[in-house]
């Protein structure tokens, strides 16, 4: 389930400020010393997972693909971990890394069975479409 308002912790919104203006490094610091002190959250684990792909390195992407998996281990229902996991599969280069690629269709299951229709649902959905010539989620 989706995290709500009341469940965000403030570490949240001090890590995710930085990542939105591009301090990547800050917002990936920020996140880690809050899952230290506070514990695991789905947020921060989206938090550092978005900071890493934005840097567009290999050696980010497999750190992004790092906190993602260790915050679905913690949180296996969380939409937004689901769905940027997925993303970041999706924009992996399928002849370099076709592993991750081939996650997709595992990933995109569980989003359409939490919440069809959902926001991150369809944000994966339109990303798959140019990338497979699909208009809708595979399985």
């Known amino acids: 389930m989706q995290a709500t308002d009341q469940d965000v912790p403030p570490a949240y919104a001090t890590a995710q400020a930085p990542l939105l203006v591009g301090r990547l490094a800050q917002a990936r610091n920020t996140a880690t010393?809050?899952?230290?002190?506070?514990?695991?959250?789905?947020?921060?684990?989206?938090?550092?997972?978005?900071?890493?792909?934005?840097?567009?390195?290999?050696d980010h992407d497999d750190r992004a693909e790092a906190a993602y998996l260790e915050g679905l281990r913690e949180f296996p229902d969380d939409l937004g971990l689901l769905a940027a996991y997925a993303e970041l599969c999706l924009r992996s280069d399928h002849l370099d890394r076709p592993a991750k690629f081939r996650r997709v269709p595992g990933l995109t299951g569980p989003l359409r069975e939490l919440e069809p229709g959902s926001t991150a649902a369809l944000r994966v959905e339109q990303i798959l479409a140019p990338a497979h010539g699909q208009a809708a989620l595979p399985g």
């Open 33 to 58: 010393e809050a899952l230290k002190t506070d514990g695991p959250s789905a947020q921060l684990f989206l938090v550092l997972g978005q900071a890493h792909p934005a840097e567009d390195d290999d």
